[in-house]
């Protein structure tokens, strides 16, 4: 499958912008969106982290994050509706998208996410969705090198999540997937595999987070489907999890790159709505309303 660029959508609440490790500022993002027809757009910078994390914000910049995304919202009131977000990682008593940090701040929506999946000896934090040489590393490691005991414990990190700290959003559910192009580690149709997957669901739709399906990996050629995979779309759906459509932007050309697959990806799986932020609540909107726009 191949995306197209010039795809145009009402809205995406994944965008990293330079105060993490995205390119250009807020205010690029929101005049290239605006420009491009776009009714919403919300930023999920990485939250900080206690330790040394490149790609994270720092501490001491949330506060002009804030106060940029708030002048951003009055220059653009009636015009475009923009929403203050960060993605937080889920780390067992070190980050959480309900800790009293998190909660403390001025957020309008919070992305859960897991990125990392317990430490190296050396006590550094194991990052999955890094390079494949560090994946290897970790999986060897920390798992002995036995792929479903790293992919049970990731799993088993977002059900934590989910139970004790349920986020607006859970952020790429099945990232995991990341290295496993021509199913380098692990077979999706594994039982093993899909109960792990199911039971993770089952979870979810226990909670009011919204499952999201991220185009990211779909669009830097690192997965030949979405976040998450055609089959968990389609359970997600049976089991009634509401979902919504993110790019995981890192630049505002990214804003909405894979959208047109995600929208067929959702109509397929059976889903007539997505959910979408509006006057700061969820709304459902109906599949059928949402027209991607090609530039002309
Ligand atoms: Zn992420
Ligand atoms: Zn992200």
Redesign the pocket.
Known sequence: MRFRNSIRFDSNY?C?SSYCDGKKRPGKYAQIAFDGGMKTIGF?S?APLPFKAEWAMKKKDLETYFRDIEDLKSNYAGKMEIYAGL?VDYIPRISSPQSRFIRSLPLDYT?G?VHFVDKFRDGAHFEIDGSTTVFQRGLGEIFHGDIRLLIKRYYSLIRKMLERAPPDIL??IDKIKIHNRDKRFFDEKAAWYQEEVLHTLEVLSATPTILEVNT?GFYKNKTSDLYPSQWILQQAAEMGIPVTIDS?AHHPNELSLGFEQALEAIKKAGFDTFWVLSNFYWKKRKVKHQQYRRDK
């Open positions: 994944h990293h999920s990485h993605e992305i996410s952020g790429h990211r995981d």
